[in-house]
């Protein structure tokens, strides 16, 4: 059974910062794909970044430039370091993991960016 679980949300002022953090547990020795997704109340869940276990990474383009995300792959961690933060990165993050055919999710962490 895998797990991931988020840590790292909270409220923060428009400019700040906030690191997230994402463990995953179980049976899977290195996931081929990890990343962060996140949704905003009213709308759909989108990527915010994603990186393979070779270090190739995607960002939004809503982020770039502002995000950054890291992984390592011996811990089965990944991490979303967000700088220079806005209100419309006001979501729920969550984070999310791809082996072979399937994709996991952890539970979800609230970021709120106040104006």
């Known amino acids: 059974q895998v797990q991931l679980v988020e840590s790292g949300g909270g409220l923060v002022q428009t400019g700040g910062s906030l690191r997230l953090s994402c463990a995953a547990s179980?049976?899977?020795?290195?996931?081929?794909?990890m990343g962060w997704y996140r949704q905003a109340p009213g709308k759909q869940r989108e990527l915010v970044a994603t990186?393979?276990?070779?270090?190739?990474?995607n960002y939004a383009d809503s982020v770039k430039g502002r995000f950054t995300i890291s992984r390592d792959n011996a811990k089965n961690t990944v991490s979303l370091q967000m700088n220079s933060l806005k209100p419309e990165d006001t979501a729920v993050y969550y984070c999310?993991?791809?082996?072979?055919?399937?994709?996991?999710w952890g539970q979800g962490t609230q970021v709120t960016v106040s104006s």
């Open positions: 999310n993991a791809f082996y072979f055919d399937k994709y996991y």
């Open positions: 179980g049976s899977i020795f290195r996931f081929d794909l």
């Open positions: 990186m393979t276990s070779s270090g190739r990474t």
